[in-house]
């Protein structure tokens, strides 16, 4: 129902656009959140947004780097805009997607709140 997609091979320093993309259901009052998982590491929140748009949180990691959206018009997608990308954001990322639950950060930077999740697409950032 969630789908990941747009990673891939980038050097230091470049950037790269992912999407989540929903099907088979509407997403458009959920929450939604990135989360990745580098190799040997558990799985780590980097980036949630709300269901209308307006508040977005970040991991420290990212911040400034990185940044969440969703589409506009039917919010049924989400985004994550990833620039100056570093050896340490590689990872398999995931998308998320959570209802009902005040959107705040203790909330939606913990992976167990999530109700729905895409499978990853992998980030690999070369030095």
């Known amino acids: 129902q969630l789908q990941a997609f747009g990673g891939g091979l980038v050097q230091a320093g470049g950037s790269l656009r992912l999407s989540c993309a929903a099907s088979g259901r509407t997403f458009s009052s959920y929450a939604m959140g990135w989360f990745r998982q580098g190799p040997g590491n558990e799985r780590e929140f980097v980036a949630a947004i709300s269901w209308t748009g307006r508040t977005t949180y970040y991991a420290d990691s990212v911040k400034g780097r990185f940044t969440i959206s969703r589409d506009t018009n039917a919010k049924n997608a989400v985004y994550l805009q990833m620039n100056s990308l570093k050896p340490e954001d590689t990872a398999v990322y995931y998308c998320?997607?959570?209802?009902?639950?005040?959107?705040?950060?203790?909330?939606?930077?913990?992976?167990?709140?999530?109700?729905?999740w895409g499978q990853g697409t992998q980030v690999t950032v070369s030095s």
């Open positions: 998320a997607a959570t209802g009902g639950k005040v959107a705040t950060m203790s909330i939606l930077s913990h992976s167990p709140n999530y109700d729905y």
